[in-house]
């Protein structure tokens, strides 16, 4: 567990204090930072409990993508592990790109780097020859394995939490020498207005992708039903902490519209005199960057991997290596990938791209569990592969009837050990006690009426949330269609709302994937907050990143009908019911044992 919550701490803290703090503060929130990472922190909260309980429950290297493919769909899903590719991209390639500038300061500045590190300009094009070779040494070192992987990052997010400390400590000692000068502005706390702080939470989403890649690695984590909640629950606390407290002393140091937007925190504090305190900060900066980097290659070959295993990318992608137990080929081809995209382009101003990416996946994943809890899948597909498996569980199954037949109604639990409890199946019941099928058809048709109900009331929850959320971020819409929207949102959100609060939860739910694990409280009260919050965050992200978001998300949809459709593998897949997928599983693994 300490693994894990080493690596969702050391691959969350770096690029929302080093990167975004300085041009968030200028352009959307100015000494309102705080409260937006706050509402950030706490949209990634409320996520972070459905993200514990699916993982629990579908440990998977598929993260968000995986448990949107059990419970939504495969055309979903795809669109879902689409926009992770881009998040975990061009995520990683930002923050290789604001290494370099703070690499720079140990030389004396940027003019100084030697000419293999330092920016230079082709043809108009600004590239950063640093950050590419920085991403292919990231690459080098998670090809080696997931061990020296959390190793490494393990070195760096102790040097990384010191520096962080030490900005705390000392900035609030020089905050109170000199007054605060940052909080006295005549512009107020809010100069942009509380528009302004939404923005910059939306913006700022992006310092809290980290901890979801603790997920990706669950195949790879010995006990996840404990160990991954706690990581994830752990790595988010001390990262939203660490974030509020930082942002809360820089912007507190210096005013708002005077922050340098490529070095914040040492610019803030060489301003006071403390030049000598830049090369403390800037190693804590280039070292948390360094395990950001780490954070968002890593889990992007996994989500890749369990694409291609569904059939809807290569089988190339797939491949483990016998060695290393590491997706070595997709590993190489994205960290190709993300040091081209960092070498050739300045992607600081995409980090709204992967806001979208994140939230996308979180609204998701919310809504999955809300599906979970409610009407879960019934049958999941298997792959052909596994039909012998099946054949044998099916005959297993068969015998189990006829010797239930054969009994003279003895104690079920007496009359077998092994398989008694299989007389609460419903169907079985009817083969066995005939005289109570219509009561049981009875039950059969109360809970696909509940079903059905719950399915449109999470239908109506989404379509509230959305509407309400448009017509609330929407400015230039006039009051009364404004207000109209606002309010047939409200009802079908609150209305849904109530009826599934109402409605029982399906029982089904005890028996799907791993049991044992953590259990989201308040459902579906805090599902439906996390879509919410979502929901209005994506919104307020403006219309530049959703046009640039939704050409990548058209070339996913191009990829998933020409190549995606015709070799997914449920094409020819083998349904089975969910209560016997694992048994299956377990039959399949040790006949190949």
């Known amino acids: 567990m300490w693994s894990d919550e080493k690596g969702g701490v050391g691959s969350t803290i770096g690029a929302g204090v080093y990167i975004l703090v300085g041009t968030v503060a200028r352009e959307y929130t100015g000494p309102a930072l705080t409260i937006s990472f706050l509402i950030a922190g706490i949209a990634a909260a409320l996520s972070a409990f459905c993200y514990a309980e699916l ?15 059990i419970c939504v769909g495969e055309g979903v899903a795809w669109l879902i592990g689409w926009a992770l590719i881009l998040e975990y991209t061009v995520g990683g390639s930002a923050v290789a790109r604001g290494i ?22 082709i043809l108009g094009i600004v590239v950063d020859p640093c950050a590419a070779i920085l991403v292919f040494i990231v690459t080098g070192l998670l090809c080696i394995g997931i061990k020296e992987s959390v190793l490494a990052q393990a070195i760096v ?37 509380v528009n302004g702080m939404l923005a910059g939470s939306a913006t700022v989403f992006f310092s809290y992708i980290g901890f979801d890649s603790v997920t990706s690695t669950a195949e790879e984590v010995k006990n996840p039903q404990r160990d991954l909640p706690l990581g994830i629950g752990i790595s988010l606390s001390i990262c939203c902490i660490l974030y509020m407290m930082v942002s809360a002393v820089i912007v507190g140091l210096v005013p708002y519209y005077a922050l340098d937007p490529d070095t914040p925190i040492p610019s803030a504090f060489a301003s006071h005199g403390m030049e000598w305190a830049a090369y403390i900060i800037t190693a804590g900066a280039v070292t948390a960057l360094c ?17 291609a295993r569904d059939g809807l990318l290569p089988t190339y992608f797939s491949d483990i290596n016998e060695y290393t137990q590491v997706p070595v080929k997709s590993t190489i081809v994205t960290g190709m990938f993300a040091a081209t995209l960092a070498f050739f382009m300045d992607v600081s101003q995409l980090a709204g791209m992967v806001s979208v990416g994140t939230l996308l996946a979180f609204t998701t994943v919310a809504i ?18 596994l039909q012998e498996s099946i054949d044998s569980a099916s005959l297993q199954f068969s015998c189990d009837i006829q010797e239930i037949d054969g009994e003279d109604h003895k104690d079920p639990v007496d009359s077998s050990n092994n398989n008694g409890h299989r007389l609460l199946d419903t169907w079985e019941t009817l083969v066995t006690y005939p005289l109570i099928q219509k009561e049981i058809t009875q039950d059969e048709q109360n809970e696909l009426r509940r079903r059905k109900i719950a399915a449109w009331n999470i239908a109506f929850v989404c379509t509230g949330v959305l509407v309400l959320a448009s017509a609330a971020s929407t400015e230039d819409l006039p009051s009364i269609p404004r207000f109209t929207l606002c309010g047939v949102g409200c009802v079908l959100l609150l209305c849904g709302l109530i009826v599934l609060t ?35 965050l994506l919104i307020n992200l403006g219309a530049g990143t959703w046009i640039r978001v939704s050409i990548w998300l058209v070339a996913g949809g191009l990829v998933y009908l020409f190549y995606g459709r015709t070799h997914s593998s449920l094409s020819d897949a083998v349904y089975v019911p969910t209560a016997h997928a694992d048994e299956i599983y377990r039959s399949s693994s040790q006949y190949n044992a």
């Open 55 to 69: 993982a629990c429950r579908c440990p998977s290297a598929g993260s968000a993508y995986h448990y949107s493919y």
């Open 100 to 121: 370099s500038p703070n690499l720079a300061l140990f030389f004396g500045g940027e003019d100084k780097l030697p000419a293999f590190l330092a920016r230079h300009s």
């Open 157 to 193: 997010t102790i040097v990384n939490i010191g520096a962080m400390i030490f900005v705390i400590i000392a900035g609030g000692y020089l905050g109170f020498k000199t007054g605060w000068v940052g909080y006295k502005l005549p512009s107020g706390y809010f100069p942009f207005g």
């Open 291 to 307: 395990a950001t980097l780490l954070g968002s290659v890593l889990p992007q070959p996994r989500i890749l991997m369990a694409m």
């Open 368 to 385: 999955s569990v809300l599906i979970l809890r409610y009407v879960p899948p019934d049958e999941v597909p298997l792959p052909p592969s």
């Open 502 to 536: 109402c409605i029982d939860q399906d029982n089904a739910r005890h028996g799907f994937g791993h049991s044992g694990g953590f259990i989201c409280p308040f459902v579906p009260l805090l599902p439906v907050a996390c879509i919410l919050i979502n929901t209005y």
